[in-house]
């Protein structure tokens, strides 16, 4: 299985998390602690960034405007082989970003289109994806299931072959289908949905999902509203590994949410099946427990 990392806070670049700490992504993609199902994380690798935000054109009448302000690199080669990565990292900086390294599940090839993260823009907003966990025997028994579920534009929206991007475009079909619908409460509706048709098939489900979200601010268009949005769940037995910290000596007023710790600090075990939303100034809602 994976292991993902999510960030938001003030503004940093992105090798003081993913290059920088003893226990770092880094390390993490040949020195896993707490990977159960594999011994490395060598099958690729990516990590998606919020830019500088620029206000919407009020004249261009597009939304397509603000796509261009959500980035995503992606990489097939294992994260210690990417001679770029030391650059790319201290160069890019962030408030919100998500990394994710692969570790490819049984008859999920090495390629591009499987890499996380994923993303997505729609109605002015940004969304950014990645998934740590599995859907057992996910050819022969979901995958068409959920791909039967999804409208026109989340189903041309796959691809790859993952049960990771299935469960992204299940999310994007509730995005598209309702409008004005809270990022927590689709993302919700998906892995109940999963749930529901994995418990059909007796077949396992893990997913652990973090979502980085911007969205204007319609009372100060200098400053989007941004969120990061976790679950950590498992309808057979205990989840994946998966640790949230806050307001660490090193980094004040941030969260960080990663599959295994990074550095000696206060890191909280995330509780099993609680979907919870993190807003811009730390605040931690619980939106729901999915059973």
Known sequence: MCRILGYLGPSISLDQLVLAPEHSMLVQSYKPKELDAAVLNGDGFGFGWHGPYKEPSKTSGSESNNETETFAYRNILPMWNDRALDDLCRYIRSENFVVNLRSATDKMPVDISNCQPFKWSYAGKQLLFVHNGLIENFFDTLQRPIREKLCDKAYRSIQG???????????????????????????????????????????????????????????????????????????????????????????????????????????????????????????????????
């Open 161 to 291: 072959l993952t049960d990771s991007e299935h469960i992204f475009a299940l999310l994007i079909h509730h995005l598209e289908t309702q409008p004005g619908i809270d990022v927590a409460e689709a993302l919700k509706q998906t892995v109940e949905e999963i749930s529901t048709l994995a418990n059909r098939a007796n077949v396992r489900v893990a997913a652990n999902i973090i979502l980085s979200f911007r969205e204007p601010n319609p009372s100060n268009l200098a400053t989007p509203h941004q969120r990061l949005i976790a679950l950590r769940y498992d309808n057979q037995q205990t989840a994946p590994s998966f640790y949230l910290l806050q307001n660490a000596a090193n980094f004040p007023q941030s969260t960080i949410l990663t599959s295994e710790p990074l550095f000696e600090g206060n890191w909280q075990t995330y509780p099993q099946s609680e979907l919870i939303s993190i807003e811009s100034d730390q605040s931690v809602k619980t939106y729901a427990r999915i059973a």
